[in-house]
């Protein structure tokens, strides 16, 4: 076996040590898969597992899976972060983020699914999107770059492997609108696939608590980004600001491309040094107490 090919193995192995335990009985094809791979697969009503695929299981939100969910639900992201999510960790990383939280039922059921389908099915989170396939990242072996590549996951349950349409991985991914939401998330999978190709980074608790806020409370990142320190900190022109104040998904866009920014100093900001310690302390405080809020809450809904 070539070196190519055992790096291949390699890495697919380390995707399903990561998955095993979190999906039931879950089985992971042993295959590297590329845009151009083709697949068997069809996902239906009526089909004789429709809907098992939504229990029991861990969605790690993205920003953008927050931001479609609390719109699609016509709530703040405070209310929508208190009512539907739970604190976690993203596997191989120190980073804090919110999963979907599950039913207090015996199958520990999705808030989203009825007999009937999935009720937010239009905005339904990336996760959802993408199964069967998942993405993965192939480490280079000089260190912290990598390229993207695919599994496919085929578990017992899913009946949708046995009908007989054939998609490519980009033709599924086009249909699931799986670009749009990569493409949202751009700068904070940049983060998260750099922080687990350089394993478990030692973050500072300060960054971890502004990872966790900015990637799940955009109402509080707008609090501090239209505040004179933050502006003048970051030489916000009054046509950004107007764009930034106007358009939420614009706000989503720069608080993901300004937290890769603070995180690996990665992207083209002008900075005031002094102005932007200031602000970046301001909104480490307002972090703290939010996320310490979060868990104490989740914490008595537990007792
Ligand atoms: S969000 Fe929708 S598709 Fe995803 S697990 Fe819940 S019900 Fe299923
Ligand atoms: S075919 Fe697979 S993805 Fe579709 S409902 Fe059945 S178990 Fe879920």
Redesign the pocket.
């Known amino acids: 076996m070539g070196a190519k090919k055992n790096k291949e193995k390699a890495a697919v192995n380390e995707i399903k040590k990561a998955v095993e335990g979190k999906i039931s009985k879950s089985v992971i094809v042993p295959e590297f898969l590329t845009g151009a791979s083709r697949f068997r697969f069809k996902c239906y009503p009526g089909i004789g597992c429709f809907?098992k695929?939504?229990s029991g299981?861990k969605?790690i939100l993205s920003p953008y899976d927050i931001y479609r969910l609390k719109n699609r639900l016509g709530m703040s992201y405070m209310d929508f972060l208190n009512g539907y999510t739970a604190p976690t960790t993203i596997e191989g990383s120190s980073l804090q983020v919110v999963s979907?939280a599950m039913k207090d039922d015996s199958a520990r059921s999705?808030p989203?699914?009825t007999p009937e389908g999935?009720t937010?099915?239009t905005d339904?989170?990336l996760t959802?999107r993408y199964y069967p396939i998942g993405m993965g990242m192939m480490k280079k072996d000089t260190g912290n770059t990598g390229e993207d590549f695919f599994i496919r996951v085929k578990e017992d349950h899913c009946l949708g492997h046995n009908e007989e349409k054939v998609w490519t991985v980009q033709e599924w991914r086009q249909d699931q609108e799986s670009d749009l939401y990569d493409e949202m998330n751009n700068d904070w999978m940049a983060i998260v696939l750099k922080a687990k190709t350089l394993g478990k980074v030692e973050f500072s608790q300060r960054s971890l608590e502004l990872f966790y806020i900015v990637s799940t409370n955009l109402d509080l990142f707008r609090d501090m980004a239209f505040t004179p320190r933050f502006i003048e900190a970051y030489q916000l022109d009054p046509e950004t600001l107007k764009k930034l104040e106007e358009d939420e998904l614009e706000l989503l866009k720069f608080s993901l491309k300004w937290l890769r920014f603070v995180t690996f100093n990665e992207g083209d900001f002008k900075v005031d040094q002094a102005a932007r310690q200031k602000a970046k302390e301001k909104l480490l405080a307002r972090a703290d107490e939010e996320r310490k809020r979060h868990i104490e809450e989740m914490d008595s809904m537990e007792d």
């Open positions: 809907t695929c939504c299981i969605i979907l999705c989203f699914v999935c937010i099915y339904r989170p959802c």
